[in-house]
């Protein structure tokens, strides 16, 4: 199951990324986030493992995630024309995920990020039921890229809302 999402984030680039990357901010816009801690390397860098689990509903779902591309490695003075990529790759009891994200200037003050997504499932209930819940991944996925958006631009924390 692959899907793509997008959404256009009302600050420069290099501060969207930088934002994005630094993990102590991971509570404020990721919904459901329990816990998120390296297993070996450095958070953000390309072949740091971390133990993640997430609350979904009332079930708890914890995974490995596994940083797989970071480019530029430095954050910080990125040339204008490039496009950041940052990657990884995500394993859960039947699950494994790709996640593909590009950041490009929308304009001087505006990003674009676009996130690309494939899903592969080993379990059969998973295999039978994943392409008939397609929306939903597209869904928390796009949910994700909002909820930063709303960090990043007004400060809000999903933590604190309501419902």
């Keep these: 199951m692959k899907y793509t999402v997008s959404i256009e984030i009302a600050l420069p680039r290099e501060r969207t990324v930088q934002l994005l990357a630094d993990s102590t901010h991971l509570p404020k816009w990721l919904r459901g986030l329990v816990l998120h801690e390296p297993l070996s390397g450095e958070h ?27 480019e530029p490695a430095s954050l910080h003075g990125i040339p204008r024309d490039s496009v950041v990529h940052y990657e990884r790759e995500i394993v859960a009891e039947g699950m494994w995920n790709a996640a593909r994200e590009r950041f490009t ?54 933590r604190e809302a309501k419902g």
Aim: proline content about 4%; glycine content about 8%.
């Design 44 to 70: 953000g860098q390309v072949g740091t493992e971390s133990r993640v689990v997430l609350l979904a509903g009332q079930q708890e779902i914890e995974a490995t995630e596994t940083i797989t591309r970071r």
């Design 105 to 158: 200037e929308a304009g001087p003050e505006t990003t674009l990020w676009v996130s690309e997504n494939e899903y592969r499932f080993s379990s059969l209930p998973m295999r039978l039921a994943g392409p008939f819940m397609r929306s939903v991944f597209r869904n928390q996925s796009l949910q994700h890229m909002q909820d930063f958006k709303a960090f990043a631009e007004q400060g809000a924390d999903v």
